[in-house]
Protein backbone atom coordinates (compact mmCIF):
# COMPACT_ATOMS: atom_id res chain seq x y z
CA UNK A 1 0.00 0.00 0.00
CA UNK A 2 1.46 3.57 -1.24
CA UNK A 3 1.93 6.26 2.23
CA UNK A 4 -0.29 8.44 0.85
CA UNK A 5 -3.52 5.95 1.02
CA UNK A 6 -1.39 4.35 4.67
CA UNK A 7 -1.84 8.02 5.94
CA UNK A 8 -4.96 9.05 4.98
CA UNK A 9 -6.62 5.73 6.12
CA UNK A 10 -5.21 6.58 9.00
CA UNK A 11 -6.24 10.34 9.93
CA UNK A 12 -9.71 8.87 9.09
CA UNK A 13 -9.36 6.38 12.47
CA UNK A 14 -8.22 9.78 13.90
CA UNK A 15 -11.39 11.76 12.74
CA UNK A 16 -13.13 12.37 15.92
CA UNK A 17 -10.34 13.59 17.41
CA UNK A 18 -10.56 16.19 14.89
CA UNK A 19 -6.74 16.04 14.81
CA UNK A 20 -4.61 18.34 12.37
CA UNK A 21 -3.20 16.67 9.31
CA UNK A 22 -0.54 17.22 6.70
CA UNK A 23 -2.44 17.56 3.44
CA UNK A 24 -0.48 14.79 1.72
CA UNK A 25 -2.66 14.74 -1.20
CA UNK A 26 -2.84 18.00 -1.78
CA UNK A 27 0.73 18.56 -1.49
CA UNK A 28 1.57 15.77 -4.36
CA UNK A 29 -1.30 17.67 -6.42
CA UNK A 30 0.58 21.17 -5.91
CA UNK A 31 3.65 18.94 -7.40
CA UNK A 32 2.30 17.27 -10.39
CA UNK A 33 0.56 20.80 -11.18
CA UNK A 34 3.73 22.53 -11.46
CA UNK A 35 5.71 19.44 -13.39
CA UNK A 36 2.88 19.95 -15.85
CA UNK A 37 2.75 23.84 -16.01
CA UNK A 38 6.43 23.64 -16.34
CA UNK A 39 6.46 20.74 -19.49
CA UNK A 40 3.91 22.83 -21.15
CA UNK A 41 6.16 25.99 -20.94
CA UNK A 42 9.61 24.43 -21.84
CA UNK A 43 7.03 22.68 -25.13
CA UNK A 44 5.93 25.58 -26.10
CA UNK A 45 9.53 27.47 -26.30
CA UNK A 46 11.33 24.62 -28.13
CA UNK A 47 7.88 23.52 -30.46
CA UNK A 48 9.41 27.38 -32.27
CA UNK A 49 12.54 25.66 -32.40
CA UNK A 50 12.71 21.96 -34.71
CA UNK A 51 15.49 21.10 -34.04
CA UNK A 52 14.77 20.50 -29.92
CA UNK A 53 12.90 17.66 -29.02
CA UNK A 54 9.44 17.64 -26.85
CA UNK A 55 9.96 17.03 -23.44
CA UNK A 56 7.93 14.24 -21.30
CA UNK A 57 5.73 15.39 -18.97
CA UNK A 58 6.92 11.94 -17.21
CA UNK A 59 10.40 13.25 -16.53
CA UNK A 60 11.31 14.08 -12.85
CA UNK A 61 13.42 16.31 -13.55
CA UNK A 62 11.99 19.13 -15.59
CA UNK A 63 11.19 21.71 -12.95
CA UNK A 64 13.47 24.63 -12.54
CA UNK A 65 15.31 24.93 -9.17
CA UNK A 66 13.17 28.02 -8.57
CA UNK A 67 9.79 27.23 -9.18
CA UNK A 68 6.85 29.73 -8.24
CA UNK A 69 4.18 27.25 -8.64
CA UNK A 70 5.63 24.97 -5.47
CA UNK A 71 7.78 27.67 -3.58
CA UNK A 72 4.62 29.73 -3.53
CA UNK A 73 2.05 27.03 -2.86
CA UNK A 74 3.71 23.62 -1.70
CA UNK A 75 6.30 25.35 1.39
CA UNK A 76 3.67 27.91 2.48
CA UNK A 77 0.86 25.31 2.97
CA UNK A 78 3.61 22.73 4.08
CA UNK A 79 4.88 24.87 7.05
CA UNK A 80 1.15 25.63 8.00
CA UNK A 81 -0.10 22.31 8.69
CA UNK A 82 3.55 21.45 10.28
CA UNK A 83 2.84 24.30 12.27
CA UNK A 84 -0.88 22.83 13.50
CA UNK A 85 0.00 19.34 14.10
CA UNK A 86 3.14 20.16 16.60
CA UNK A 87 0.83 22.76 18.35
CA UNK A 88 -1.61 20.07 18.95
CA UNK A 89 0.52 17.25 19.40
CA UNK A 90 1.82 19.22 22.29
CA UNK A 91 -0.69 20.63 23.64
CA UNK A 92 -2.44 17.56 24.25
CA UNK A 93 0.54 15.78 25.52
CA UNK A 94 0.69 18.36 28.02
CA UNK A 95 -2.52 17.32 29.35
CA UNK A 96 -2.23 14.03 29.22
CA UNK A 97 0.83 14.12 31.28
CA UNK A 98 -0.44 17.02 33.87
CA UNK A 99 -3.16 14.07 34.39
CA UNK A 100 -0.99 11.26 34.87
CA UNK A 101 1.77 13.14 37.34
CA UNK A 102 -0.70 14.98 39.14
CA UNK A 103 0.21 15.75 43.01
CA UNK A 104 -1.65 16.48 45.91
CA UNK A 105 -5.55 16.74 46.15
CA UNK A 106 -5.83 16.41 42.04
CA UNK A 107 -4.08 13.46 42.35
CA UNK A 108 -6.69 11.31 44.71
CA UNK A 109 -9.24 13.50 42.46
CA UNK A 110 -8.07 11.70 39.09
CA UNK A 111 -7.62 8.27 40.49
CA UNK A 112 -10.82 8.07 42.36
CA UNK A 113 -11.89 9.52 38.77
CA UNK A 114 -10.53 6.77 36.72
CA UNK A 115 -11.26 4.02 39.23
CA UNK A 116 -14.66 5.28 39.56
CA UNK A 117 -15.11 5.53 35.20
CA UNK A 118 -12.57 3.29 34.54
CA UNK A 119 -10.10 5.77 32.33
CA UNK A 120 -7.08 4.45 33.00
CA UNK A 121 -7.04 2.16 29.64
CA UNK A 122 -8.48 5.27 27.96
CA UNK A 123 -5.27 7.46 29.17
CA UNK A 124 -2.74 4.70 28.17
CA UNK A 125 -4.31 4.23 24.37
CA UNK A 126 -4.45 8.38 24.35
CA UNK A 127 -0.68 8.00 24.93
CA UNK A 128 -0.35 5.56 22.60
CA UNK A 129 -1.92 7.19 19.83
CA UNK A 130 -0.03 10.12 19.95
CA UNK A 131 2.59 8.76 19.50
CA UNK A 132 1.72 6.99 16.80
CA UNK A 133 0.50 10.72 15.37
CA UNK A 134 3.72 12.30 15.97
CA UNK A 135 5.54 9.58 14.33
CA UNK A 136 3.50 9.35 11.42
CA UNK A 137 3.50 12.67 10.51
CA UNK A 138 6.95 13.25 10.39
CA UNK A 139 7.09 10.07 8.04
CA UNK A 140 4.87 12.12 5.68
CA UNK A 141 6.87 15.23 5.95
CA UNK A 142 10.03 13.63 5.19
CA UNK A 143 8.50 11.75 2.46
CA UNK A 144 6.72 14.95 0.81
CA UNK A 145 9.97 16.84 0.97
CA UNK A 146 11.91 13.56 -0.35
CA UNK A 147 9.27 13.74 -3.52
CA UNK A 148 9.57 17.48 -3.74
CA UNK A 149 13.26 17.22 -4.19
CA UNK A 150 13.05 14.70 -6.80
CA UNK A 151 10.16 16.64 -9.07
CA UNK A 152 12.76 19.38 -9.31
CA UNK A 153 16.06 17.68 -8.84
CA UNK A 154 17.02 19.79 -6.30
CA UNK A 155 18.02 19.19 -2.50
CA UNK A 156 15.62 22.55 -1.63
CA UNK A 157 13.18 19.95 0.33
CA UNK A 158 16.14 19.29 2.64
CA UNK A 159 16.94 22.94 3.44
CA UNK A 160 13.37 23.75 4.27
CA UNK A 161 13.42 20.60 6.54
CA UNK A 162 16.58 22.34 8.82
CA UNK A 163 14.96 25.22 8.23
CA UNK A 164 11.47 23.60 10.15
CA UNK A 165 14.15 22.49 12.47
CA UNK A 166 15.52 25.79 13.06
CA UNK A 167 11.96 27.01 13.82
CA UNK A 168 11.30 23.95 16.44
CA UNK A 169 8.57 23.10 14.15
CA UNK A 170 9.47 19.41 13.85
CA UNK A 171 7.68 16.91 15.66
CA UNK A 172 10.71 14.46 16.36
CA UNK A 173 12.16 17.32 18.42
CA UNK A 174 9.33 17.41 20.91
CA UNK A 175 10.20 17.17 24.43
CA UNK A 176 6.81 15.72 24.69
CA UNK A 177 7.39 12.94 22.52
CA UNK A 178 10.48 12.23 24.83
CA UNK A 179 7.86 12.20 27.86
CA UNK A 180 5.11 10.36 26.44
CA UNK A 181 7.64 7.13 25.33
CA UNK A 182 8.57 7.64 28.95
CA UNK A 183 5.29 7.32 29.73
CA UNK A 184 4.32 4.27 28.19
CA UNK A 185 7.34 2.55 29.99
CA UNK A 186 6.54 3.89 33.50
CA UNK A 187 2.90 2.24 32.76
CA UNK A 188 4.37 -0.73 31.50
CA UNK A 189 6.71 -1.42 34.74
CA UNK A 190 4.42 -0.52 37.18
CA UNK A 191 1.79 -2.68 38.73
CA UNK A 192 -1.22 -1.81 37.02
CA UNK A 193 0.14 -3.84 34.49
CA UNK A 194 -2.80 -5.52 31.95
CA UNK A 195 -2.54 -7.96 29.11
CA UNK A 196 -4.13 -5.30 27.27
CA UNK A 197 -2.23 -2.28 28.30
CA UNK A 198 1.18 -4.63 27.71
CA UNK A 199 0.23 -5.26 24.24
CA UNK A 200 0.03 -1.28 23.49
CA UNK A 201 4.15 -0.79 24.38
CA UNK A 202 5.77 -3.23 21.82
CA UNK A 203 7.14 -0.52 20.56
CA UNK A 204 8.69 1.66 23.12
CA UNK A 205 12.19 0.97 25.02
CA UNK A 206 14.58 1.66 27.67
CA UNK A 207 18.49 0.58 25.77
CA UNK A 208 21.54 0.37 27.03
CA UNK A 209 24.65 0.43 24.71
CA UNK A 210 27.94 -0.01 26.00
CA UNK A 211 26.50 1.86 29.48
CA UNK A 212 24.81 4.16 27.72
CA UNK A 213 21.44 4.67 27.22
CA UNK A 214 18.70 5.46 24.84
CA UNK A 215 14.82 5.68 24.48
CA UNK A 216 13.81 3.61 21.48
CA UNK A 217 10.72 4.10 19.78
CA UNK A 218 9.66 1.45 16.71
CA UNK A 219 5.80 1.88 15.79
CA UNK A 220 6.22 0.83 12.13
CA UNK A 221 8.43 -1.82 9.86
CA UNK A 222 10.09 1.36 8.23
CA UNK A 223 10.91 4.05 11.26
CA UNK A 224 12.89 3.70 14.51
CA UNK A 225 13.49 6.63 16.69
CA UNK A 226 16.15 6.84 19.39
CA UNK A 227 16.65 9.35 21.66
CA UNK A 228 20.05 10.04 23.22
CA UNK A 229 19.98 9.93 27.18
CA UNK A 230 23.61 10.67 27.70
CA UNK A 231 24.67 13.97 28.33
CA UNK A 232 27.08 16.28 26.15
CA UNK A 233 28.17 18.31 28.94
CA UNK A 234 28.90 15.94 31.77
CA UNK A 235 29.39 12.67 29.24
CA UNK A 236 26.95 10.81 31.52
CA UNK A 237 23.47 9.83 31.87
CA UNK A 238 21.24 12.54 32.08
CA UNK A 239 20.05 13.49 35.68
CA UNK A 240 17.24 15.72 36.65
CA UNK A 241 16.98 16.21 32.74
CA UNK A 242 15.87 18.96 30.90
CA UNK A 243 15.07 19.80 27.24
CA UNK A 244 15.77 23.04 26.32
CA UNK A 245 13.51 24.47 23.17
CA UNK A 246 16.01 23.93 20.78
CA UNK A 247 15.35 19.78 21.55
CA UNK A 248 18.21 19.38 23.31
CA UNK A 249 18.43 17.46 26.35
CA UNK A 250 21.02 17.75 29.37
CA UNK A 251 21.20 17.63 33.24
CA UNK A 252 19.82 20.53 34.99
CA UNK A 253 22.57 21.68 36.85
CA UNK A 254 25.00 21.00 33.61
CA UNK A 255 22.26 23.53 31.91
CA UNK A 256 22.58 25.91 34.48
CA UNK A 257 26.24 26.11 34.57
CA UNK A 258 25.66 26.38 30.52
CA UNK A 259 23.39 29.06 30.69
CA UNK A 260 25.70 31.01 33.26
CA UNK A 261 23.02 30.81 36.20
CA UNK A 262 22.66 29.09 39.13
CA UNK A 263 20.23 26.29 40.62
CA UNK A 264 18.72 29.04 42.87
CA UNK A 265 17.99 31.45 40.29
CA UNK A 266 16.96 28.71 37.82
CA UNK A 267 17.07 28.54 33.82
CA UNK A 268 14.90 31.66 33.56
CA UNK A 269 17.56 33.70 34.50
CA UNK A 270 19.74 32.60 31.71
CA UNK A 271 20.73 35.99 29.51
CA UNK A 272 18.94 35.61 26.03
CA UNK A 273 21.86 35.90 24.18
CA UNK A 274 22.85 32.27 26.13
CA UNK A 275 23.64 29.61 23.69
CA UNK A 276 22.40 25.87 23.51
CA UNK A 277 26.24 23.95 23.74
CA UNK A 278 25.55 21.84 21.16
CA UNK A 279 23.63 23.64 18.50
CA UNK A 280 24.65 27.37 19.51
CA UNK A 281 21.03 28.70 19.35
CA UNK A 282 20.56 31.50 21.44
CA UNK A 283 17.52 32.16 23.62
CA UNK A 284 16.88 28.46 24.67
CA UNK A 285 16.96 28.75 27.81
CA UNK A 286 13.73 30.22 29.27
CA UNK A 287 11.44 27.98 27.90
CA UNK A 288 13.43 24.91 29.10
CA UNK A 289 10.77 21.87 30.15
CA UNK A 290 11.91 19.38 33.16
CA UNK A 291 11.63 15.88 31.81
CA UNK A 292 9.42 14.05 34.79
CA UNK A 293 8.24 11.55 33.23
CA UNK A 294 11.73 10.39 31.85
CA UNK A 295 13.39 11.08 35.62
CA UNK A 296 11.12 8.46 36.96
CA UNK A 297 12.23 5.98 34.31
CA UNK A 298 16.13 6.78 34.47
CA UNK A 299 15.71 6.55 38.66
CA UNK A 300 13.57 3.46 38.48
CA UNK A 301 16.40 1.57 35.45
CA UNK A 302 19.32 3.13 37.17
CA UNK A 303 19.05 3.12 41.27
CA UNK A 304 22.48 3.03 42.11
CA UNK A 305 23.70 5.55 39.33
CA UNK A 306 20.66 7.73 40.63
CA UNK A 307 21.15 7.36 44.32
CA UNK A 308 25.14 8.56 43.73
CA UNK A 309 24.45 11.59 41.65
CA UNK A 310 21.15 12.62 44.20
CA UNK A 311 23.67 12.33 46.68
CA UNK A 312 26.50 15.05 45.01
CA UNK A 313 24.04 16.87 44.12
CA UNK A 314 22.17 17.64 47.03
CA UNK A 315 25.73 18.77 48.36
CA UNK A 316 26.16 21.27 45.64
CA UNK A 317 22.36 22.91 45.52
CA UNK A 318 22.90 23.52 49.37
CA UNK A 319 26.42 25.31 48.39
CA UNK A 320 25.25 27.38 45.95
CA UNK A 321 21.92 28.10 48.20
CA UNK A 322 24.27 29.06 50.67
CA UNK A 323 26.63 31.38 48.65
CA UNK A 324 23.55 32.90 46.50
CA UNK A 325 21.26 34.08 50.69
CA UNK A 326 25.27 35.20 51.79
CA UNK A 327 25.40 36.96 49.15
CA UNK A 328 21.84 38.56 48.88
CA UNK A 329 22.46 39.00 52.82
CA UNK A 330 25.70 41.04 52.37
CA UNK A 331 23.91 43.43 49.36
CA UNK A 332 21.22 44.20 51.85
CA UNK A 333 23.35 44.97 54.59
CA UNK A 334 25.50 46.88 52.22
CA UNK A 335 28.54 45.12 53.43
Not at 156 to 167: E, I
Not at 192 to 211: H, I
Not at 252 to 262: E, L, N, Q
Request: hydrophobic content about 35%.
Amino acid sequence: MKFCKKYQEYMQTQDQKKLPAVGFKNLKKILKRCRTDTTLSQNSHRSQSSSLPLIDPSDSAICPHHCPVCDGTFFPSLLKEMSEVVGCFNKRARKLLDVHLATGFRKYYVWFKDKVQGNHGALVKEGKDLVGYAIINAIAMRKILKKYDKVHYSKHGQAFRSQVQSMHMEILQSPWLCELIAFHINLRETTMNTKKTSELFEGCSLVFKDGKPSLSCELSDTFKLEIDLTCSICLDTVFDSVSLTCGHIFCYMCACKSGSVTIVDGLKAARHTSKCPLCREAGVYEGALHLDELNILLSRSCPKYWEERLQHERVERIRQAKEHWESQSRAFLGI
